[in-house]
């Protein structure tokens, strides 16, 4: 599976976003304002988001059809797919 040999890096990330979510968790005990809480909010929402879109992508490539190596209509389609979820998760 493409998670399994791409773990080492999957693993990385989340565990920034658990930094995040525990910087997050010291906020609010901090009681810090609502504008820095709302930051935190959107640096976690965003690292979730490039997670997201890169366990997606990858899933198209090795499960449907990888666009760099293949020409046909379905490679195109996946490609505009992947560009399409690039752009819309982030």
């Known amino acids: 599976m493409h998670t399994i ?3 080492a890096r999957l693993i990385a990330r989340v565990r920034r976003i ?8 010291r906020a609010l005990e901090a009681e810090i304002g609502c504008g820095d809480v709302l930051m935190l909010v959107a640096s976690m ?4 988001n490039g997670l997201t879109a890169e366990v997606m992508e990858d899933h198209i490539r ?6 760099d190596k293949e020409d046909s209509p379905q490679a195109t389609g996946a490609a505009e797919l992947i560009d399409v ?6």
């Open 62 to 67: 090795h499960h449907i059809v990888d666009p």
């Open 5 to 7: 040999k791409e773990k």
């Open 85 to 90: 979820l690039r752009t819309y998760i982030k």
């Open 18 to 25: 658990k930094g995040q979510a525990e910087a997050l968790e």
């Open 45 to 48: 929402r965003g690292a979730v």
